[in-house]
């Protein structure tokens, strides 16, 4: 009789379970030229020209966010050794038999340094950790694999010394949670660019999953989504960091003009999942959703017009959504790490005093005006402080180099997101000074 119980139960969760299907970000891809792609390598090589004076700016146009763009615009510390000793999971449904090819790709035209499973910098792993590889997903415009290619390439772009594994999920089921309990086991960062329908309760799996990966000091990542209403599932997961998406303008020269909120990001109140005890601490938060979970957490860059350049299978697309501010944000995470220690940065951290970010404080999703302070579009705003904690001592340890600062000098350290045309051209190699809420 127990065991007829037993049965019947796994027969019902697995139903439950199978309801959900989950769908990666929207990405918005368009097919880029060969000579749009030139153009975009060339403004990359202007940018780093840029750097010494060399080249003029246009104001506030939203263009392709190439790599050292994205370092540079983010703050993120470590230069070329960023993400050293840091592994990073990615978890997608399917196979995308392409992504190390393409990543290739992808390195080879931005000079990154290559990362393969030959020098073991790539693992590309079924959901359970074994080689059970599943096919690709074939549907038009790359589907889950430009999806993939979008989350390896922007990962290994902001933090270009991180190893990355690839965990592959059989479907965009349930298998998904498998695949992130095996990612949790092998990672301390975990990357998700996709969301589902809440359901009309708690996920309990799932959730058991991010407990446990929680206290194992592990962080999960997750797209709010692309339509501009409430978040998706695992997003509003109270124990994942829900991230939106921005428009963000740059000058010619790579520097920062101005972010705001982008239309697409998805954020609001969940009707299931309740707020955590960290994110109770901001009051604006909690008057906007009571006690329930609010979305976003932060934001990075979503907006397909500001997106970046990804490789796939001999073309290359330019791609944007919450699909690309995660991987963003899981990148930048492993930086941040790499270049501090430190405990994991999750939703004590994020609502915690050390952190600083710049305000998103224009645009609006479907639901929600950006503001001042926390809000329910971009979050507490675009995370940019470098260190876990003004106490951190591990600085100086391993591959760390001790001169993060100087090789992000073109970094808007001190600009707000309205800060203007006036940068890089008096930007000298010397860090800036690093002056208010901005950083550490
Ligand atoms: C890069 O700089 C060169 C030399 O200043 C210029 O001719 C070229 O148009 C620039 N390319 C882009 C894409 O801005
Ligand atoms: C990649 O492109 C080749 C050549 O066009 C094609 O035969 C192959 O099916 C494509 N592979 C994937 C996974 O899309």
Known sequence: MNRLKLLIL??????????????????FPRLLSADQIEQIIQRDLNF??????????RAGSAQVLTPSVLRSIYNVPGGAQAGAGQTVAIVVAYGASTAERDLAT???????????????????????????????????NGGWSLETNLDVQTIHSIAPQAKIV???????????????????????IVSM???????????????????????????????????????????????????????????????????????????????????????KKNSQAVSLCGSKRATPDISYDGDPNSGVAVAYNGSWYQVGGTSL???????????VRAANGGSPYDAAYFYGSTPSYRDVTTGK????????????TTGLGVWVSQASSATTTSATTSATPSTTRTTTSATPSTTRATTSTTRASTTSATPTQCTGLLCL
């Not at 796994?10 to 379970?17: D, N």
Request: charged residues 10%.
């Open 10 to 27: 796994f027969i019902c969760a697995c139903l439950v379970a199978s309801d959900v299907t989950f769908e990666h970000g929207r990405l």
């Open 48 to 57: 780093t020209l840029g750097l010494l004076g060399l080249t003029r700016k």
């Open 106 to 140: 992808y390195s080879n035209r931005y000079s990154l340094p290559s990362c393969t499973t030959a020098n073991g910098c790539f693992k590309k792993v079924d959901q359970n950790g074994g080689s059970s590889i599943p096919p690709d997903d074939t549907s038009a």
């Open 166 to 188: 690839l965990v592959c999920a059989n479907s965009a089921g349930s298998d998904l949670y498998t695949a992130v309990k095996t990612a949790a086991s092998m990672a301390s």
């Open 193 to 279: 660019s996709w969301g589902g329908s809440e359901g009309s309760s708690v996920y309990t799996t799932p959730e058991n999953i991010f407990t446990t990966g929680h206290t194992n000091g592990v962080t999960f990542y997750a797209a709010t989504g692309d339509d501009g209403n409430n978040a998706g599932y695992p997003a509003t997961s109270p124990n994942v960091i829900a991230v939106g998406g921005t428009t963000t303008y740059t000058n010619t020269d790579g520097s920062l003009s101005s972010e705001s909120a982008w239309s697409g990001s998805a954020g609001g109140c969940s009707s299931v999942y309740t707020m955590n005890s960290a994110q």
């Open 325 to 335: 501010s995660t991987p963003i944000a899981s990148g930048r995470s492993a930086a």
């Open 365 to 376: 999703n479907t639901n929600y005006n950006a503001g001042t302070g926390y809000d329910l």
